[in-house]
């Protein structure tokens, strides 16, 4: 008879929001901090505004975790507060607008960048938070 160890499995732990919130303070510059299939969990801080721009190829979902987000598109505008969702349907021009810092939780694609079409000085390179 053998005796063997046991495979002891790696600890799972959950992710804390307000604990990942806690290490960055750069504002428009998501971190991912989970992987879900082909799509990334990120979370990032905003204050101001962003840029207009379309995602051509995805829709992009965006949940309120503290503050108040507007969201702009060209035919009205969305406020979110924190526990509410919106999706930005694919091909749809949008501009984040937050007037008090504000938390969100964003999930979308991989590989997708945060000013979409538009591109320039504020495309954030994405950073890991583990
Ligand atoms: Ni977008």
Same mark, same amino acid.
């Given at each position: 008879?053998?005796?063997?160890?046991?495979?002891?499995?790696?600890?799972?732990?959950?992710?804390?929001?307000?604990?990942?919130?806690?290490?960055?303070?750069?504002?428009?510059?998501?971190?991912?901090?989970?992987?879900?299939? +082909?799509? =990334?969990?990120? &979370?990032?801080? !905003?204050?101001?505004?962003?840029?207009?721009? *379309?995602?051509?190829?995805?829709? %992009?979902?965006?949940?309120?975790?503290?503050?108040?987000?507007?969201?702009?598109?060209?035919?009205?505008?969305?406020?979110?507060?924190?526990?509410?969702?919106?999706?930005?349907?694919?091909?749809?021009?949008?501009?984040?607008?937050? +007037?008090? =810092?504000?938390? &969100?939780?964003? !999930?979308?694609?991989?590989?997708?960048?945060? *000013?979409?079409?538009?591109?320039? %000085?504020?495309?954030?390179?994405?950073?890991?938070?583990?």
């Amino acid at each position: 008879m053998t005796l063997g160890t046991p495979a002891v499995p790696a600890a799972a732990s959950s992710i804390n929001l307000a604990e990942r919130l806690s290490r960055f303070s750069e504002l428009w510059m998501p971190k991912k901090i989970a992987d879900l299939n +082909d799509y =990334e969990v990120k &979370i990032t801080k !905003l204050k101001g505004e962003f840029i207009w721009h *379309t995602h051509e190829d995805t829709d %992009e979902l965006f949940i309120v975790i503290s503050g108040l987000l507007t969201i702009q598109l060209r035919d009205g505008d969305v406020t979110l507060a924190p526990g509410e969702l919106y999706v930005v349907p694919r091909g749809v021009e949008h501009c984040p607008r937050a +007037d008090e =810092e504000t938390a &969100i939780l964003l !999930l979308e694609p991989a590989g997708v960048a945060n *000013t979409g079409d538009a591109g320039g %000085e504020r495309t954030a390179v994405l950073e890991t938070l583990r």
